[in-house]
């Protein structure tokens, strides 16, 4: 079965160095979102990308973030200047955008710690 | 804000149906009723979703009342596997790139 790939699962940096999450869609698949979660809260919605740009994003997906799809299979996340609230668990989402269906198919994480 | 209502948490015992409720009574015309689970910190996963008409597939049963302001989950005979949280989400079907919004959830734990 298809899934989404997400690396690494675990990156610990220092506060302040740059970050890249990679994530790997499934084939195929038009929309692309990165969500995370911070440890015991909620799953937050951070950004979608279709078409090679950015779709909608949300208030925590500031100047500090970017992302990017460089080669048409690999989406990244970027985070510059990494704080110690970054500290999360961040998921890439994919979906085929075919049809109506809404499911976005979830990667399994990758646990970012900011000491 | 998440547009529904959740129990914090149920239990259910091993082979038993387990169903899960959530509030919606806001709910628009065009907005589907979504679920996802979250088995313990992995990435969520597709449950199911429906408009008006009750549901069914591999997985669970979503029940949709007639008004829309509620429905229920159903899982027909859990296992421990099925301890996980479970989010119900309201969302606008658009063929474009309509996000989730994940609340709280229910937290399931199913017992030997």
Redesign the interface.
């Known amino acids: 079965e298809p899934e989404?790939t997400q690396t690494p699962s675990h990156q610990v940096t220092q506060m302040g160095q740059e970050v890249i999450l990679r994530c790997v869609p499934i084939s195929n698949h038009l929309?692309f979102?990165w969500?995370r979660?911070i440890l015991g809260q909620?799953?937050?919605?951070l950004v979608?990308f279709?078409n090679n740009e950015i779709?909608?994003k949300s208030e925590i997906f500031d100047d500090q973030f970017s992302v990017e799809r460089p080669d048409g299979s690999n989406f990244t996340l970027k985070i510059r200047s990494t704080k110690l609230e970054d500290s999360a668990?961040y998921?890439c989402?994919s979906r085929s955008?075919t049809g109506?269906?809404?499911?976005?198919?979830?990667?399994?994480?990758s646990r970012l710690t900011v000491l | 804000d998440a547009k529904t209502t959740q129990p914090p948490s149920m239990d259910c015992a091993e082979g038993r149906a387990a169903n899960l409720p959530c509030n919606h009574s806001t709910i628009s015309g065009n907005e589907?009723v979504?679920w996802y689970r979250?088995i313990h910190?992995?990435?969520?996963?597709?449950i199911i979703?429906g408009l008006k008409n009750n549901e069914t597939n591999e997985m669970a049963s979503l029940i949709i009342t007639e008004d829309r302001k509620s429905s229920t989950l159903i899982l027909p005979h859990a296992t421990l596997r099925d301890t996980a949280v479970y989010?119900c989400i309201v969302?606008v079907?658009?063929?474009?790139?309509?996000?989730?919004?994940?609340?709280?959830g229910t937290m399931l734990l199913v017992s030997p």
């Open positions: 989404v929309y979102y969500y979660q909620k799953v937050e919605f979608s279709y779709s909608e668990m998921f989402a955008g109506n269906t809404g499911e976005l198919f979830f990667g399994e994480g | 589907y979504y979250q910190s992995q990435g969520p996963q597709y979703h989010y969302r079907e658009v063929s474009g790139y309509s996000t989730l919004t994940f609340g709280k």
